[in-house]
Every structure is written in structure tokens, then in C-alpha cells.
């Protein structure tokens, strides 16, 4: 067996265009394919993170609400690699998204720091 990376993620999300603008617009994803799924009345957005890796945004009517506290089993957050926490940060103000203090991760010693999506999936910047 020969699992050699992560070819894509999949979340779900309650408001299309909200996703779409905060995804593409803020933070800079390309938009490689974008379908309206008729038979599911949804619809389906894949995302160019990186060379080998795409973002899955599917745009339900009426998804349930996401559990935070506690945690429930799943997908606890998203973690994109960042060269320089502080500017990212900056870079997101200026686009009106709010991030967490900045810290260290206990374990990489890397810089690090949290924001939401706009249906409060946590997104983190990890250097």
C-alpha cells in the first residue's frame, strides 16, 4: 500500500456564496472546478490548495449545525502551512477576518494561531 498524500478535504458549508467569497476572495484559493448538483440541490466547489492537494466545498440546504464544545469525533480543524504567522495575520485583518493571539505549539515549537470560517469551522496557520 502506497498512501503517499491527501488528495482533497471535504467540508460542508450552510451559505455558498459567503463560503466562495471567504475561500476564493480572502484567502486566495483558485477555483478549478464549480458545480450546481441539481439531484442534490447543491452545490460543489474544488479548490487548488496546493500541487497536490484540493479543498471540497459542498454548499447543502439546511446542513445541521457544527458541534464545538465539547468536540465531537471527526474533523477537528484545518491547518494550512504558513512562512510567517505575523504577516498571514495581517494579511487577514485586512480582509476583515479575525485570528487567536498568536503562540507556540508545545510540541513543533512553531508559531501558530486560529480563525473561523464563516460557519465557524476553525482554520489554523501553523509556520
Do not use: L
Given at each position: 500500500m502506497n498512501l503517499s498524500k491527501i488528495h482533497h478535504i471535504a467540508i460542508i458549508v450552510s451559505n455558498y456564496e459567503s463560503a466562495k467569497d471567504f475561500?476564493?476572495?480572502k484567502l486566495g484559493?483558485?477555483?478549478?472546478?464549480?458545480n450546481y448538483r441539481a439531484e442534490r440541490r447543491d452545490w460543489k466547489l474544488d479548490l487548488r490548495v496546493d500541487e497536490h492537494t484540493e479543498l471540497e466545498i459542498f454548499a447543502e440546504p439546511n446542513?445541521?449545525?457544527r458541534v464545538?464544545?465539547?468536540e465531537a469525533c471527526g474533523l477537528r480543524h484545518l491547518a494550512l502551512c504558513v512562512e510567517s504567522v505575523e504577516q498571514t495575520v495581517k494579511e487577514l485583518a485586512e480582509v476583515g477576518i479575525e485570528c487567536e493571539?498568536?503562540?507556540?505549539?508545545?510540541f513543533t515549537g512553531k508559531k501558530m494561531t486560529f480563525f473561523h470560517d464563516p460557519d465557524g469551522l476553525p482554520l489554523e496557520l501553523h509556520e
Open positions: 475561500y476564493v476572495n484559493f483558485s477555483i478549478i472546478r464549480e446542513p445541521p449545525k464545538s464544545r465539547p493571539p498568536i503562540r507556540v505549539d508545545d
